[in-house]
Each structure stands twice: as structure tokens, then as C-alpha cells.
């Protein structure tokens, strides 16, 4: 019988600093919403974190723009409707940037395991990474208040 086991999940971790309109990213809520344990290290979920913040801000860059024209400092400062305390505007970016993080770290922890197993698990991770990425662009669909569309070409 063998165990094995996880490295222990970290209890501090550095808040990422966004660019001041967008929310800064607490990595370890991040790690509570994924469920992510200490296999991720704190480099690897802060190097994905700043991936899917650039990501996300660069989709979002014109909304950004547009709001500070107008006088707003802040995603949370942009009128819409509270959830819990919460701007939905700031609920949305959220989810964006925790599901690019989560979808990036499935592709990149895909080959951890190369036995028999894991080849028949990477199927059902690929499908969690297209389900991940589409969360993310409903998101920022949502977010910008614009419809959901998917078209499939046959």
C-alpha cells in the first residue's frame, strides 16, 4: 500500500495588485472558489493569476476607457445592481479571471500524470477547459451587458 500525498495548501498568499480600476485578485478566496490544494504552487497560481488578469483586461479595455470617461474611478464604482454587498459588474470580472486561471492551470497540470489513467482523464479535463472558457466569455459577456452567442459551423 502506498500514499501519497498533497503538498499543504498555502494559508498566506499575496494579494494581486490590478491596475486600480479592476479588483485586485485574493489568491487564496481563488484557491477556496477552484478548490485548488498546495499541488499549486504560489509562483504557478500567481503566474496564471496575472495571465488571466491581462487577459481579461485586455478584453475589456474599451469598457474600462468608456467608464472613465464618464467619471468612474472603479469597476465597483460602475452603476449596476448588489448582490450580497457586491457590484454584479465586479461578480462578473471575477468569474472571468477565476475560471482563464482555472482553464490555464488544467492545461498546464494536464501531463502530470502520464499513465493509463491519465490519458482517460484528459478527455474529461479538456471538456472542463472548454467549459471554463466558455464561463469566462460569458462573463465578460455578462459584464458588458451584451448577449451570449454560440454558433457552431457545421
Known amino acids: 500500500m502506498s500514499f501519497l500525498s498533497n503538498p499543504p495548501t498555502p494559508t498566506e498568499e499575496a494579494i494581486i495588485t490590478n491596475d486600480g480600476f479592476f479588483p485586485d485578485i485574493e489568491p487564496l478566496k481563488l484557491r477556496a472558489f477552484a478548490r485548488l490544494d498546495g499541488t499549486v504552487t504560489v509562483d504557478r497560481l500567481t503566474y496564471s493569476i496575472l495571465s488571466a488578469i491581462a487577459s481579461v483586461n485586455a478584453e475589456l479595455w474599451q469598457f474600462k476607457s468608456s467608464q472613465q470617461q ?7 464604482a460602475v452603476p449596476a445592481d448588489q448582490i450580497a454587498g457586491v457590484n454584479v459588474k465586479v461578480i462578473h470580472y471575477l468569474r472571468a479571471v477565476y475560471s482563464a ?13 502520464t499513465t493509463g489513467a491519465g490519458d482517460k482523464a484528459a478527455e474529461k479535463l479538456e471538456q472542463r477547459t472548454n467549459d471554463l472558457r466558455r464561463n469566462m466569455r460569458w462573463a465578460i459577456s455578462d459584464l458588458l451587458a451584451i448577449r451570449r452567442n454560440t454558433v457552431e459551423l457545421i
Do not use: C, K, N, P
Request: proline fraction near 0%; charged fraction near 25%.
Open 70 to 76: 464618464l467619471g468612474i474611478s472603479t469597476l465597483a
Open 101 to 113: 486561471v482555472q482553464a490555464d492551470l488544467i492545461e498546464h497540470y494536464r501531463d502530470f500524470d
